[in-house]
Nanobody
C-alpha cells in the first residue's frame, strides 16, 4: 500500500514562510497529476495548487502569487512553497497524487499549518 508522507507544517507568524513536502513511500507508476488541498475547520476542502504533465500549474485565487507548487522529476515528491502567509491560510494541508487513466487517487494524511496574526 502506497503512502504519501507530508512534512513541513507548523506554526508561523503572518508574513512568514513555510515549505511543505509530500513524498510517496514508493514510486507510483503513471502519476501525472499532483495537487495540494487544504481544509479549515468548518469549511470544505479546497484546491490550493496543482501541477500536471507538461508543466501546467493551477493556483487557487487566494494563494496566487504567494504560493509555488513544484515536484521532483520522478513524480515521487511534491512541494509547496508558501510565502507571505496570512492567518486565513490556517488549515490542514493535504497532498494528492493521481493516475487519471487508471482512476487511482492517493492522499496524504494531512499536515497542519497555523498562521498567527
Amino acid at each position: 500500500q502506497v503512502q504519501l508522507v507530508e512534512s513541513g507544517g507548523g506554526l508561523v507568524q503572518a508574513g512568514g514562510s513555510l515549505r511543505l513536502s509530500c513524498a510517496a513511500s514508493r514510486s507510483i507508476s503513471g502519476v501525472n497529476a499532483m495537487a495540494w488541498y487544504r481544509q479549515a475547520p468548518g469549511k470544505q476542502r479546497e484546491l490550493v495548487a496543482a501541477v500536471r504533465s507538461g508543466g501546467t500549474t493551477t493556483y487557487g485565487d487566494s494563494v496566487q502569487g504567494r504560493f509555488t507548487i513544484s515536484r521532483d522529476s520522478a513524480w515521487n515528491t511534491l512541494y509547496l512553497q508558501m510565502n507571505s502567509l496570512k492567518p486565513e491560510d490556517t488549515a490542514t494541508y493535504y497532498c494528492n497524487f493521481r493516475v487519471p487513466w487508471r482512476g487511482d487517487n492517493y492522499w496524504g494524511q494531512g499536515t497542519q499549518v497555523t498562521v498567527s496574526s
